[in-house]
């Protein structure tokens, strides 16, 4: 019996190799047999010519739309934007060339801007017209220093005597000489305003003051001991202002919160800064020729929006460096801060 089993495997077993070699011999001889792809190659190259033919179609179709497609519509170049001329007052001291740097890079980011920069100096200082050239800002650079009587003294509180207005006034000589100067020059379109080198400027209120008519007016922040001051509109009319100090001056607002149409400082020759006005009429003494309060123009959503706020830089403290230069090992002098 057990025999017979063993010879049943060795039959299946030889069988099972019989067969998978024949399966093996055909199939090396098939490798050597020619395979008849023709009808294959045929669809790939009727496919080929048919994607061929589209692309030749869609060449001509762009070819003769461009021919025949009219020239591009050039956008309509409206006037370029108002000028902006900002009469800004400076003086030597530790924190000035800081000031004015971050001044002049606001300024780089408003379009149509003049920038008249007025030194409180007998002559201009390297330092103010090194900055000046670098700045990238189209710029007018002038000099005046503040008679002796008008300067506070050391120890001084700020509120005083009135600060830049010999400066501020220089500004406004030269605008009008030059303007004047120019063909047609009472009618230039332009707007005046004063910004001191100290506060900090949105750039959108330059935008708001681009449009100014005769005075513009809007909030600053920060200024006469309140969050902020400013003109109280109604019906689109200022009618009062909100203000914790004076509030019955002939108008009781900072010198950042006003713009002047340059065609009303030049039919003006006499408006100016007065420098023997009482204290806080300063603003007062320059507008009261020029404008009514009923005349205002608010901006700013009608002054209620900050976008300048009255910020003062802290005077640095040099008690370690007064201490070095005493010992003969202070900073170098030659390097400009």
């Known amino acids: 019996m057990a025999t017979r089993m063993k010879l ?17 011999i055909y199939a090396l001889m098939q490798l050597g047999q020619r395979c008849d792809c023709t009808e294959h190659i045929m669809v790939k190259d009727r496919t080929i010519s048919r994607l061929q033919e589209e692309l030749h179609h869609l060449k001509d179709v762009i070819k003769n739309s461009e021919a025949t497609k009219l020239p591009p519509k050039q956008p309509a170049r409206g006037p370029p934007p108002t ?15 800081a000031e004015l740097t971050r001044l002049s890079q606001t300024f780089l980011h408003v379009p149509q801007l003049h920038w008249i920069v007025v030194e409180d100096s007998p002559q201009k200082t390297p330092l103010v017209t090194d900055l000046l050239k670098k700045s990238g800002l189209v710029y007018t650079h002038l000099h005046v220093p503040t008679a002796k009587d008008h300067k506070l003294q050391e120890g ?7 600060r830049g207005v010999q400066q501020r006034n220089e500004g406004l000589r030269w605008l009008r000489e030059d303007r004047r100067a120019e063909a047609g020059g009472d009618n230039l379109q332009g707007v005046v305003y004063f910004a001191d080198d100290d506060n900090t400027y949105s750039l959108q209120v330059f935008e708001e003051m681009r449009s100014t008519q005769r005075v513009s007016v809007w909030p600053v922040g920060l200024v006469g001991g309140m969050k902020y001051e400013r003109p109280v509109v109604e019906g689109g009319k200022v009618v009062r202002f909100h203000t914790g100090w004076r509030p019955n001056r002939p108008f009781p607002i900072d010198m950042a919160s006003f713009a002047v149409s340059l065609k009303l400082v030049l039919a003006n020759p006499e408006a100016c800064f007065d420098g023997n006005a009482p204290m ?12 009514t309060i009923d005349e205002l123009e608010p901006k700013a959503d009608n002054c209620t929006k900050v976008l300048v706020w009255h910020t003062r830089t802290e005077k640095p403290k040099m008690k370690r460096e007064e201490a070095l230069q005493a010992q003969g090992l202070g900073s170098d002098p030659a390097l400009e801060v």
């Open 156 to 162: 001084d509180p700020s509120w005083l005597k009135p």
């Open 280 to 291: 806080g009429l300063l603003e007062s003494s320059f507008l009261q020729g020029l404008v």
């Open 83 to 97: 000028t902006i001329f900002v009469i800004t007052p400076t003086y030597a001291r530790l924190v000035q060339k």
């Open 8 to 24: 049943k495997l060795k039959t299946v077993f030889v069988m099972y190799f019989m067969v998978s070699l024949m399966g093996l």
